[in-house]
């Protein structure tokens, strides 16, 4: 039960940190945080059976797709969370390292660029957006800072004996 605490404290403030980067995002760089919402209608479709889409801004809503994305961003966070710490071990929550955090939260990038995105519509690695190119560095960036907040979590929870 420690181990699944662990996860749920690391997850929920990385991916927190992931957010709060997304809102920064707007006024820095003029780019508009992600709509969860459309994840959860992705996932909603999946109940349904239909797995891709042309568009999924396209794709009929579905009530509650906002609370469904939502909840399953976090859920995601706290699943790579527990990937991070079941890798890094006792070691990693006790003395938490940068490069272990860094390394999951570039890696978790594989989900969108694989998964998520061809079966939005974007295609694989956003090659079907109108600029793939920004839309992977700033992939890249929102996961490495991701990462960032695997690190500063593992931190939090260890300073604040959550772990």
Known sequence: MDYLLQAFMVGMGATAVM???GIARKPLLGIAPPDYGMV????AHMAKGRFRHESIAAASPIVGEKLIGWVAH????ITFAGALIAFGGEEWLQH???????????GSVVAPFLLMQPGMGA?????????????????????????LG???????TRIF???
């Open 123 to 147: 295609g694989i690695a956003a090659s079907r957006t109108p600029r793939p190119g920004a839309a992977r560095i700033q992939s890249l960036i929102t996961h490495a800072v991701f990462g």
């Open 19 to 21: 957010d709060l980067w």
């Open 40 to 43: 959860g209608r992705w996932l």
């Open 161 to 163: 004996h959550f772990s």
């Open 74 to 77: 976090y859920l995601t966070g």
């Open 150 to 156: 695997l690190y500063a979590a593992g931190w939090a």
């Open 96 to 106: 938490p390292t940068i490069v272990p955090a860094l390394a999951v939260g570039l």
